[in-house]
Nanobody, 115 residues
Framework: QVQLVESGGGLVQAGGSLRLSCAASGIIFRINDMGWYCQAPGKQRELVAT???????NYGDSVKGRFTISRDNAKNTVYLQMNSLKPEDTNVYYCSAHSGGITYWGRGTQVTVSS
């Protein structure tokens, strides 16, 4: 099985930056796509950014030009660099990874952006 653990969330002022990390561990043969999603209370989970094993990326409209997703395949880790943060970015951010036909999810990390 694959376990995902997010880190790097916290409280930051508007205009600031955060860097989220998600490390995969456990029984891993190959990890294909990895990504970040957010989910506010009472709302459905939404795309933030995804990255393929080859490095192709996709971003949600609200974060284009501000966030950057990257990965280190040797470390089985995906990152999300979050710049120019806005109060509306406040959310719980979840890491995902696809491996062996199964999608795995982390437990989430809280990001709060104050005005």
């Amino acid at each position: 099985q694959v376990q995902l653990v997010e880190s790097g969330g916290g409280l930051v002022q508007a205009g600031g930056s955060l860097r989220l990390s998600c490390a995969a561990s456990g029984i891993i043969f190959r990890i294909n796509d990895m990504g970040w999603y957010c989910q506010a209370p009472g709302k459905q989970r939404e795309l933030v950014a995804t990255i393929t094993s080859g490095g192709s990326t996709n971003y949600g409209d609200s974060v284009k030009g501000r966030f950057t997703i990257s990965r280190d395949n040797a470390k089985n880790t995906v990152y999300l660099q979050m710049n120019s943060l806005k109060p509306e970015d406040t959310n719980v951010y979840y890491c995902s990874a696809h491996s062996g036909g199964i999608t795995y999810w982390g437990r989430g990390t809280q990001v709060t952006v104050s005005s």
